[in-house]
């Protein structure tokens, strides 16, 4: 199992997801709509409509793997659109995903928390 910490390129899709979807369609959406590279290490971020789903598709060289967290009581900070995003992919660092990961609001200007952490 790899760490967040060990991809340096986290692409986010832009439209939220029916997170009913798969391994498959997945890599597939990251195939043809993100343009992945496969031989690199890369992360590909999905959100639910409801903003408490992510899943992170990754390739490791041996198959897909897909990284799951649902929030219980809080919502993800998530993108403004209008002024963040070209081509329908927003590209991160791994600590801009592990911030939102934990509910850091990294897409406001003032980056306030977004929820307190225990």
């Known amino acids: 199992m790899r760490r967040a910490t060990d991809f340096k390129q986290v692409y986010v ?7 009913r979807k798969d391994i498959n369609a997945l890599s597939c959406i ?5 343009q992945a590279d496969w031989s690199k ?12 789903l992510v ?14 967290k649902r929030l219980e009581k809080d919502k993800y ?3 403004k659109k209008a002024n963040q995003i070209q081509g329908g992919v927003l590209s991160l660092n791994s600590f ?13 200007k003032h980056s306030e928390k977004y929820y307190e952490l225990a």
């Open 55 to 68: 899943k992170i598709l990754y390739y490791d060289k041996t198959g897909f793997c897909v990284w799951k």
């Open 13 to 19: 899709y832009e439209e939220f997801m029916d997170m």
């Open 30 to 34: 990251a195939q043809f709509e993100m």
């Open 96 to 108: 801009e995903l592990l911030q939102v990961l934990e509910g850091v609001n990294i897409f406001s």
């Open 41 to 52: 290490p890369q992360l590909f971020v999905f959100m639910g409509k409801t903003k408490n």
């Open 77 to 79: 900070p998530w993108i």
